[in-house]
C-alpha cells in the first residue's frame, strides 16, 4: 500500500537554528499539505501546494517559515531560525483531489 | 469559538463496550466529514469519511452526520484494547475536488480501552 514517506521522524534543534523537514507524497497525488500539530491539538494547516504551486500559505508564519515543491513531487519545510514554540508534530499529507488527505508519519520537532 | 468542537476526553471503558464519540461544528459550508485515528507518535490514519448527512458502516465503526444539528458522531462497537488511540474529527467543504480543500480538525478524543 502507498504511503506518504517524512524524514527526519525526530528532529532536536537549538532555538535559533535552521531545521528542515522532508516529505514525499503518494505517487501520482497532486495536492500536498503540510499541517503542524501541537501536543493535545488538531492539525492546523501551515501550507498546500497543487503541483509545484503553493494554493494557500495564509497560515503560514513567513518571516521563518518556507515551503517548496520544485518539481511538484517532493516538499521541503524549512524553520530559519526555529523558536520554543515550533516544537509540534509536522505532518505532510497528499490527495489527488477527488479523494481525501493521507497522512505521513510526521516529523516531531523539539526545540530547546 | 472554534469551528469545530470535540471534547478532548481523556475516555476510558472496558473492553467490549460501545465507544461514541462525537463532534460539532459551526460552519454549514463543510460538506465532508471525516474520522481518524492517531496512535501515540503517529500520523493520523483515515478511518471513514462521509458526504452530507446520513451513516455509513464499515466493520465495528459507523458513522454518522446530522447536518441540522452541525453534529457527527463515530461508534465503535466491540470495542479492543488495539482500539486505544486519539481520534481526531476532521471536516472540509464541498466539490467534486474535496480533496483539495483544507481539512479543518477537532482537537481529538484520546480514547483507552481498558483490557
Known amino acids: 500500500e502507498a504511503e506518504v514517506a517524512q524524514s527526519p521522524r525526530y528532529k532536536i534543534t537549538e532555538k535559533s537554528q535552521a531545521v528542515a523537514f522532508w516529505c514525499d507524497p503518494i505517487?501520482?497525488?497532486?495536492?500536498l499539505y503540510w499541517y503542524r500539530q501541537i501536543l493535545g491539538q488538531g492539525p492546523e494547516l501551515l501550507v498546500q501546494?497543487?503541483?509545484?504551486?503553493?494554493?494557500?500559505d495564509s497560515q503560514l508564519p513567513k518571516d521563518r517559515f518556507s515551503a517548496e515543491r520544485l518539481k511538484g513531487v517532493d516538499s521541503t519545510l524549512k524553520i530559519q531560525p526555529a523558536e520554543l514554540g515550533d516544537s509540534a508534530m509536522y505532518l505532510c499529507?497528499?490527495?489527488?483531489?477527488?479523494?481525501?488527505?493521507?497522512f505521513g508519519p510526521g516529523t516531531r520537532l523539539t526545540v530547546l | 469559538q472554534k469551528e469545530v468542537e470535540q471534547d478532548p476526553g481523556p475516555l476510558s471503558v472496558p473492553e467490549g463496550a460501545i465507544v461514541s464519540l462525537n463532534c460539532t461544528y459551526s460552519?454549514?459550508?463543510?460538506?465532508?466529514f471525516m474520522w481518524y485515528r492517531q496512535y501515540s507518535r503517529k500520523g493520523p490514519e483515515l478511518l471513514m469519511y462521509?458526504?452530507?448527512?446520513g451513516n455509513k458502516e464499515d466493520g465495528r465503526f459507523t458513522a454518522q452526520v446530522d447536518k441540522s444539528s452541525k453534529y457527527i458522531s463515530l461508534f465503535i462497537r466491540d470495542s479492543q484494547p488495539s482500539d486505544s488511540a486519539t481520534y481526531l474529527c476532521?471536516?472540509?467543504?464541498?466539490?467534486?475536488?474535496?480533496?483539495?480543500?483544507?481539512?479543518?480538525f477537532g482537537t481529538g478524543t484520546r480514547l483507552t480501552i481498558i483490557p
Open positions: 499529507a497528499s490527495s489527488t483531489g477527488a479523494d481525501t488527505q493521507y
Open positions: 476532521a471536516m472540509s467543504g464541498g466539490g467534486d475536488n474535496f480533496g483539495n480543500e483544507k481539512l479543518t
Open positions: 460552519n454549514s459550508a463543510f460538506q465532508y
Open positions: 505517487s501520482g497525488h497532486a495536492t
Open positions: 501546494f497543487q503541483d509545484e504551486s503553493v494554493v494557500d
Open positions: 462521509t458526504y452530507s448527512s
